[in-house]
T-cell receptor, first 111, second 114 residues
Framework: KQEVTQIPAALSVPEGENLVLNCSFTDSAIYNLQWFRQDPGKGLTSLLLIQSSQREQTSGRLNASLDKSSGRSTLYIAASQPGDSATYLC??????????FGDGTTLTVKP | DGGITQSPKYLFRKEGQNVTLSCEQNLNHDAMYWYRQDPGQGLRLIYY???????QKGDIAEGYSVSREKKESFPLTVTSAQKNPTAFYLC?????????????FGPGTRLLVL
């Protein structure tokens, strides 16, 4: 059974700092891995999707990496801003239609 | 305006009552999903559907039922058999169920038990 762990559970940083969020998974037989952002009481917004054959994806200040063999992914956020404050979830898609989500990392960026 | 809509935003259930959560999408997506989220936790898959008139159980299907009579709609019924229904329910859709898919999420419905 696929298990997804996100560390840390919560993170507080001052504005402008670069930071890394971690996601680990137990079964390396995956289709892809996706990072989402969730604001309080809202749905999820997709940030980055990495295919199993890819090593990283970039979008603006965000960079996600994938090391399938070690079961790890990281989300790097450069020059953090207060508007980046949210919960970040990673989801591992292990086969058609079935995703396993981590519990998320709640990020607070202080002005 | 394309997207996924869920209604109602808040829903209250009495003991022994069945309630239905609505999910509609106008993205022309084939696949639709229902997830449950408990406080401080990630999402758990309840049911998913890859095509009209077909659906599959997810990891926590007990106490829930779904239908997929139209491509645009995937309602979820929380039955009286679900003993702990209080949670945030999220509906999602994707174009096709392949490694290229990205799931798009609705705004969610929060279900509370009276």
């Amino acid at each position: 059974k696929q298990e997804v762990t996100q560390i840390p559970a919560a993170l507080s940083v001052p504005e402008g700092e670069n930071l890394v969020l971690n996601c680990s998974f137990t079964d390396s037989a995956i289709y892809n891995l996706q990072w989402f952002r969730q604001d309080p009481g809202k749905g999820l917004t997709s940030l980055l999707l990495i295919q199993s054959s890819q090593r990283e994806q970039t979008s603006g200040r965000l960079n996600a990496s994938l090391d399938k063999s070690s079961g790890r992914s990281t989300l790097y956020i450069a020059a953090s801003q207060p508007g980046d404050s949210a919960t970040y979830l990673c989801a591992v898609n292990r086969h058609a239609g079935k995703s396993t989500f981590g519990d998320g990392t709640t990020l607070t960026v202080k002005p | 305006d394309g997207g996924i809509t869920q209604s109602p935003k808040y829903l209250f259930r009495k003991e022994g009552q069945n309630v239905t959560l609505s999910c509609e999408q106008n993205l022309n997506h084939d696949a639709m999903y229902w997830y449950r989220q408990d406080p401080g936790q990630g999402l758990r898959l309840i049911y998913y559907s890859q095509i009209v008139n077909d659906f599959q159980k997810g990891d926590i299907a007990e106490g829930y039922s779904v239908s997929r009579e139209k491509k645009e709609s995937f309602p979820l019924t929380v039955t009286s058999a679900q003993k702990n229904p209080t949670a945030f329910y999220l509906c999602a859709s994707s174009i096709v169920v392949t490694s290229q898919e990205t799931q798009y999420f609705g705004p969610g419905t929060r279900l509370l038990v009276l």
